[in-house]
């Protein structure tokens, strides 16, 4: 086969193509296609647009509310000290000895507690407590240690608890002083005096 045999053959293959599709016509013109395919693309690029903004105001209305720390469920159980986290969301809290205070806490912390913890000696803030210590904080009783139950959520941004423990030297065992302030604010510390009956001035 020759180029002249060859071409005259694919030139009746093409026209065989071409009377096939005759019957073939389009409903739209190309220029509505465009139009269309283009609009499908703005529309995913704006609902695309539309999740980020909403997910940049859930941030930024997480961040201006200035909650407290997120809190873990805590279950921390020493000889000297206990932490755990309740159903309820409250944080019980057992001291039974005056050992591994920086420890205690970082239990505290994780429980969404930020505390200024000091062992053997008691802290208090000189511009005053914040008056929600009362909702924050409860001591329970109890021999021979300090029984706590701490309320994060009650905690107001931006504050921490004081809390000092020193040892009574009677049946008593252990005392505490408590305050509740403004994070950073300074603090007079000191030994409170051993009152008759073990009973420490300035603690409860």
Same mark, same amino acid.
């Given at each position: 086969?020759?180029?002249?045999?060859?071409?005259?053959?694919?030139?009746?293959?093409?026209?065989?193509?071409?009377?096939?599709?005759?019957?073939?016509?389009?409903?739209?013109?190309?220029?509505?296609?465009?139009?269309?395919?283009?609009?499908?693309?703005?529309?995913?690029?704006?609902?695309?647009?539309?999740?980020?903004?909403?997910?940049?105001?859930?941030?930024?209305?997480?961040?201006?509310?200035? *909650?407290?720390?997120?809190?873990?469920?805590?279950?921390?159980?020493?000889?000297?000290?206990? /932490?755990? $986290?309740?159903?309820?969301?409250?944080?019980?809290? $057992?001291?039974?000895?005056?050992?591994?205070?920086?420890?205690?806490?970082?239990?505290?912390?994780?429980?969404?507690? !930020?505390?200024?913890?000091? #062992? *053997?000696?008691?802290? $208090?803030?000189?511009?005053?407590?914040?008056?929600?210590?009362?909702? /924050?904080?409860?001591?329970?009783? *109890?021999?021979?240690?300090?029984?706590?139950?701490?309320?994060?959520?009650?905690?107001?941004? *931006?504050?921490?608890?004081?809390?000092?423990?020193?040892?009574?030297?009677?049946?008593?065992?252990?005392?505490?002083? #408590?305050?509740?302030?403004?994070?950073?604010? !300074?603090?007079?510390?000191?030994?409170?005096?051993?009152?008759?009956?073990?009973?420490?001035?300035?603690?409860?």
């Amino acid at each position: 086969m020759n180029d002249d045999d060859m071409l005259a053959a694919m030139r009746s293959s093409l026209t065989s193509i071409k009377d096939s599709l005759a019957g073939v016509h389009m409903d739209q013109p190309p220029e509505a296609i465009t139009a269309r395919a283009r609009a499908r693309r703005l529309r995913r690029g704006l609902s695309g647009v539309g999740a980020g903004s909403l997910a940049l105001a859930i941030g930024l209305a997480l961040a201006v509310s200035g *909650g407290p720390p997120a809190a873990r469920v805590v279950h921390v159980n020493l000889d000297a000290w206990s /932490v755990n $986290t309740t159903p309820a969301g409250v944080v019980d809290v $057992t001291i039974r000895e005056l050992k591994d205070a920086a420890q205690l806490r970082r239990a505290l912390a994780d429980a969404g507690v !930020p505390a200024v913890l000091t #062992f *053997g000696k008691v802290c $208090t803030a000189t511009s005053g407590d914040l008056p929600q210590l009362p909702q /924050v904080l409860h001591k329970e009783k *109890g021999d021979g240690g300090v029984f706590l139950t701490i309320d994060p959520a009650a905690m107001p941004a *931006g504050s921490e608890l004081v809390i000092g423990v020193v040892a009574t030297g009677s049946e008593r065992g252990l005392a505490a002083g #408590f305050g509740l302030i403004k994070d950073g604010s !300074p603090l007079a510390c000191h030994a409170p005096h051993i009152l008759p009956g073990g009973v420490k001035a300035g603690t409860r």
